[in-house]
């Protein structure tokens, strides 16, 4: 029987807490996040803005680093993100945690490859929503510090109402991006040029409705 996906709110027939374009986002996340620690290291640095030296009037000196920086690679930063998520699981499940090791690398190396070996299960999980959605902000937050895009992120379309052979509708979220003149749908391929958009919303509209 289909079901909702809890974190992107699309049919899925899989059952599932989390529908697979969701579980694949997290974890791409989950895996990009220790390329994303090395990252932060250049920017470390406090902005040019904050002046240096000592504030006016004996105010105190701009600290050395990057306040918010190093909280995320510091210890209690993304590696411990990580596996607290890593231990929820493990406690649901009635399994002795893992202990984590080394430099804070090394523990998010280790947290990420722990809940990744979970996913199968996590799909299914109540509290895959939460997590899916604390990783994605924990992403977006330092993918905003590390590769800023000032590109706008263009307008939501709907829900692919493209169908499998076997009928299973798509579902996947549609965008149409800045300056493109086709919709194009990044799970399926299904593609949509401005000749078919009367008939689009219509699918999309009807497919919402039955929903």
Excluded: F
């Excluded at 529908?19 to 986002?25: A, G, S, V």
């Excluded at 945690?97 to 280790?110: E, I, K, Q």
């Excluded at 510090?145 to 052979?165: F, L, S």
């Excluded at 549609?174 to 391929?189: A, F, H, K, N």
């Amino acid at each position: 029987m289909d079901t909702t996906c809890t974190h992107c709110e699309t049919p899925d027939p899989t059952g599932s807490a989390l529908c697979i374009p969701c579980t694949t986002r997290l974890t791409h996340q989950l895996q990009d996040l220790p390329r994303l620690y090395e990252a932060l290291a250049p920017h470390l640095a406090p902005s040019m803005a904050t002046g240096q030296g000592r504030g006016g009037k004996g105010g105190p000196a701009a600290l050395p680093v990057n306040e918010h920086v190093l909280g995320l690679r510091a210890p209690g930063g993304m590696a411990d993100v990580v596996y607290g998520w890593l231990k929820a699981v493990h406690d649901t499940r009635g399994l002795r945690t893992p202990r984590l090791a080394g430099d804070p690398l090394t523990r998010l190396h280790t947290a990420v490859a722990g809940v990744i070996a979970h996913m199968p299960w996590i799909v299914a999980w109540e509290h895959a929503h939460d997590l899916a959605q604390e990783i994605g902000d924990l992403h977006r937050d330092i993918t905003t510090v590390v590769d800023p895009d000032p590109r706008p992120r263009g307008r939501r379309i709907g829900h692919c109402p493209a169908a499998y052979e076997d009928g299973v509708l798509c579902g996947a979220v549609l965008t149409l991006r800045p300056g493109e003149q086709v919709v194009s749908c990044e799970w399926c391929s299904a593609t949509y040029p401005p000749a078919l958009w009367a008939g689009l919303k219509k699918l999309i509209d009807a497919d919402a409705s039955a929903a």
